[in-house]
């Protein structure tokens, strides 16, 4: 099953549907899933029942959907998606894998009683499966660059009036302000179209009260302006919802939001015997490798020992432009190809040999080890261990990697419990 965009097929998968609850709808190409962590955390710290749905899953297909921070009980999971997928059969939708999820979260959020559901776009806006949402209580848009071109345009402009489809009369809508101008002009004219208001989210003018607090918090630019932006939605959310949250308490909370595989600090002593933690990071398109290769040289790079990078990727992906971001004269590459990924036929890696050709055109003449660990996860990592000897090791180039190698530790650390 292909990638097939619209609303026809998810609108009469929940026609009928009651859909009490009220929505935070998030656009954009990168930053979508952290700003949907920091506004449920919000919400919920305030005392708002809140659902949540992210994509792509990160190891298990319903670890996309919770409630209160908490993900969906794996049984009430699939009693729903049963229900949700007899009915695409009995009315003849034959609606996607991400039209059906989306509608078995949908349902979920209508079964658990949640107040609020903050909803990320799986692709695009306009006609991604989410849309169906009638009237959030507010817009967001994060920041946007190129990818998934054969969708969504060729052009960030074109990518961003895709995004954009998400507006609604009425409903506002915050923008990341750190978009390019052109970007921003693009969107300024969607929301005249769609009768909104834009609220941009500014780092200049931050509001000192609401970053009370959390200034100790050691963020990235890219984090604070996603972060910004769920705090500029929240308030305006809270006007419609008549909440008399304390946003001082439901700011505090965003001190334990933990986005996974992203700058995520973790041990792979389990699988490889190393003692020092590696970096996991779903950089997966040139916008957010610039964003990880900045992170690496300012917070990584500290001791002057090269970097040793596990990488996979998508096909159809920017290599040069992921790789390029992330890549310095003597770092070593160890390329693999991830593994199937549950209800997503249609994504595949991109073979670790091409990988390393573009190695090794923007690293010519480095003295980088390179190798070809084929579609054996672990023992990429375990190569990398030898490799890097106690040096930088960062996984990353694909979000779909990360789930691998959280997998593995996963199995791991259950098969020490059982032992």
């Given at each position: 099953m292909t990638i097939q965009l619209g609303l026809a097929r998810v609108s009469r998968l929940l026609k009928h549907?009651?859909?009490?609850?009220?929505?935070?709808?998030?656009?954009?190409?990168?930053?979508?899933?952290?700003?949907?962590?920091?506004?449920?955390?919000?919400?919920?710290?305030?005392?708002?029942?809140?659902?949540?749905?992210?994509?792509?899953?990160?190891?298990?297909?319903?670890?996309?959907?919770s409630v209160d921070g908490k993900v969906v009980d794996e049984g009430l999971f699939r009693e729903v998606e049963g229900t949700v997928r007899r009915r695409d059969l009995a009315r003849a939708v034959r609606a996607t894998e991400f039209e059906l999820i989306t509608a078995t979260a949908f349902e979920l959020f209508t079964r658990e009683k949640v107040r609020v559901a903050v909803v990320e776009c799986g692709l695009g806006g306009r006609l991604d499966a989410t849309n169906v949402l009638e009237k959030p209580l507010v817009a967001i848009i994060s920041k946007i660059g190129l990818d998934h071109q054969s969708f969504l345009g060729d052009t960030v402009e074109e990518i961003a009036k895709e995004k954009a489809g998400i507006m609604k009369p009425g409903v506002p809508c915050v923008v990341d302000a750190t978009n390019t101008r052109s970007v921003i002009n693009v969107l300024r004219t969607c929301a005249r179209l769609a009768g909104t208001r834009l609220t941009m989210a500014s780092l200049e003018a931050e509001d000192e009260l609401a970053w009370r607090g959390i200034q100790e918090l050691d963020l990235e630019d890219h984090q604070r302006a996603n972060l910004n932006c769920a705090i500029v939605a929240l308030k305006l959310a809270l006007r419609q919802l008549n909440e008399q949250l304390d946003v001082q308490k439901s700011i505090a909370a965003l001190r334990d939001v933990r986005w996974p595989g992203r700058l995520q600090r973790v041990s792979i002593r389990s699988l490889t015997g190393r003692t020092q933690d590696i970096l996991l990071d779903g950089a997966h398109n040139t916008q957010s490798a610039e964003a990880l290769g900045s992170y690496v040289d300012r917070k990584v790079r500290t001791t002057?020992?090269?970097?040793?990078?596990?990488?996979?990727?998508?096909?159809?992906?920017?290599?040069?432009?992921?790789?390029?971001?992330?890549?310095?004269?003597?770092?070593?590459?160890?390329?693999?190809?991830?593994?199937?990924?549950?209800?997503?036929?249609?994504?595949?890696?991109?073979?670790?040999?091409?990988?390393l050709e573009t190695t090794g055109s923007i690293l010519k003449g480095s003295e980088g080890r390179r190798h070809d660990a084929k579609r054996d996860v672990s023992g990429a990592l375990r190569l990398a261990t030898s490799i890097s000897a106690g040096g930088p090791l960062v996984v990353a180039g694909s979000l779909y990697l990360v789930s691998d190698v959280i997998r593995l530790l996963r199995e791991a650390e259950q098969a020490g419990v059982s032992s």
């Open positions: 549907s009651a859909l009490p609850w009220r929505s935070v709808h998030v656009a954009g190409t990168n930053g979508k899933g952290s700003i949907c962590a920091y506004v449920s955390a919000m919400l919920q710290a305030g005392g708002v029942r809140c659902g949540r749905f992210t994509s792509p899953h990160l190891v298990d297909r319903w670890d996309c959907i002057g020992q090269s970097v040793t990078w596990v990488i996979a990727a998508s096909t159809g992906k920017n290599l040069e432009g992921l790789l390029q971001s992330l890549l310095k004269p003597g770092d070593n590459v160890v390329a693999v190809e991830f593994g199937a990924v549950d209800s997503m036929p249609w994504v595949s890696p991109t073979t670790a040999t091409a990988i």
